[in-house]
């Protein structure tokens, strides 16, 4: 079982920033790569970016397109923590933040955190 804590969402003015933590926990050993996704209302799960655990001297990462050039994925092993820094928050990037844990065909989630983007 791997646990799955985030934190850091708010209401944030457009232009503005939030840095979300992922804090894992439990069998994190196997472990093959953690994420974040996000869903706004009346929409589908998307992926927002993905980090590998593969190599940690240069971890791969899969950003979405429309978080490109404005979000960034990192983590800190010693931590069990990935973050999500989000600037140039637009207000469709309103949505409930999921951390994502992959092991094999299995996803493990967090409880999400509200970021909402509005003036």
């Known amino acids: 079982q791997v646990q799955l804590v985030e934190s850091g969402g708010g209401l944030v003015q457009p232009g503005g920033s939030l840095r979300l933590s992922c804090a894992a926990s439990?069998?994190?050993?196997?472990?093959?790569?953690m994420g974040w996704y996000r869903q706004a209302p009346g929409k589908e799960r998307e992926l927002v970016a993905i980090?590998?655990?593969?190599?940690?001297?240069?971890?791969?990462?899969d950003i979405a397109d429309s978080v490109l050039g404005r979000f960034t994925i990192s983590r800190d092993t010693a931590k069990n923590t990935v973050y999500l820094q989000m600037n140039s928050l637009k207000p469709e990037d309103t949505a409930i933040y999921y951390c994502?844990?992959?092991?094999?065909?299995?996803?493990?989630w967090g409880q999400g955190t509200q970021v909402t983007v509005s003036s």
């Open positions: 994502n844990a992959r092991v094999l065909t299995e996803n493990f």
């Open positions: 439990g069998s994190i050993v196997s472990v093959s790569a």
């Open positions: 980090i590998t655990r593969a190599d940690d001297a240069n971890p791969a990462t």
